[in-house]
């Protein structure tokens, strides 16, 4: 049998109904990865890129918007898992992707959406945010794994088979394999799931801040990203952190993230969108957009947990 990835979507997977397509929300949890550790310190990949994983001290953020008698929410998870533990796929035409230091990142997707489950899980590189892998499970329905390499991905579709457990996929059969050529611009690219991360790990920290990231999700785009001047909409009222009092929010920036050159879709909001980051702790509080079939969404921060040894 080809090698993959295992993985296994638990049966506590949290809700997710972003009416419309439920972009990035999906996942192998690689359980043969190593136990997950603290933020990496910069290195030498750090040192090349804007982004800086120190500064990034939370774990586990859950979110909901309600809409039209719709609740939903999503949980996203961060974890740093050491470069030897990471199930990453080899990719026979090509020279893969490796990681460059001690340390990757992964984050995790988790939804549900009218009964449907999926998640996604992203291994990518700290300091420049580049995609390894990502994996995805739909419960019952498909699982796929997208291994980058110089110039080109490798894709991997299997299908559920009959008597094997519906949301577990490390057993399904391979359904088909295929090479897709990856354009020289976008070797650099992060994948649209890693923006949580780049926000918070980026140098945003005063108004007039920009930043411009290039994102790659079968076709390459632009995303804009600069600190606004404070203005009314923030939602979120109270801040939760595992651990801790709850609190009102401290200093906030306003974030623009428009996209340029390709549709760009996140937690099912699509075209321009204004991330609300608490400055100091790095979380991003509220995400606003518009949703297909219900227009404007505020995805609200409903609470968070820090990393082991982090604080905020």
């Known amino acids: 049998?080809?090698?993959?990835?295992?993985?296994?979507?638990?049966?506590?997977?949290?809700?997710?109904?972003?009416?419309?397509?439920?972009?990035?929300?999906?996942?192998?949890?690689m359980p043969h990865a190593a136990a997950a550790t603290s933020a990496p310190a910069a290195g030498a990949d750090a040192a090349r890129s804007p982004f800086r994983a120190a500064r990034v001290p939370w774990q586990t953020l859950r979110y909901g918007a309600s809409k039209l008698f719709v609740r939903a929410t999503v949980e996203v998870e961060l974890r740093w898992r050491p470069a030897a533990g990471i199930d990453l796929l080899p990719v026979a035409n090509g020279a893969p992707r490796q990681p460059p230091g001690p340390r990757v990142g992964e984050l995790t997707y988790r939804s549900s959406m009218l009964g449907r489950r999926e998640h996604e899980t992203l291994a990518f590189v700290p300091g420049s945010g580049v995609t390894l892998q990502r994996s995805k499970i739909a419960v019952g329905r498909y699982a796929k794994v997208e291994r980058y390499a110089d110039a080109q991905v490798r894709v991997l579709r299997y299908k559920p088979a009959s008597g094997l457990p519906a949301d577990d996929a490390s057993d399904w059969p391979l359904e088909k394999e295929r090479f897709r050529a990856l354009p020289t611009a976008a070797r650099s690219a992060l994948a649209p799931g890693v923006l949580l991360y780049a926000v918070a790990a980026a140098p945003l920290d005063r108004i007039g801040d920009r930043a411009a990231l290039a994102v790659y999700d079968d076709t390459l785009g632009m995303l804009d990203l600069e600190v606004l001047p404070q203005a009314d909409g923030l939602e979120v009222e109270t801040v939760h952190i595992a651990g801790q009092p709850p609190r009102p929010p401290g200093e906030v920036l306003r974030i623009a993230v428009r996209p340029r050159g390709t549709p760009f879709e996140f937690l099912g909001l699509r075209g321009d969108?204004?991330?609300?980051?608490?400055?100091?702790?790095r979380l991003p509080l509220q995400i606003d957009g518009d949703a297909q079939l219900i227009g404007a969404l505020a995805v609200k921060l409903e609470d968070a947990q820090l990393a082991p040894g982090a604080s905020a």
């Open 1 to 29: 049998m080809m090698a993959r990835p295992r993985w296994r979507v638990g049966a506590t997977a949290v809700l997710i109904a972003l009416l419309g397509t439920v972009a990035y929300a999906d996942s192998p949890s």
């Open 273 to 281: 969108l204004t991330l609300w980051l608490e400055a100091d702790t």
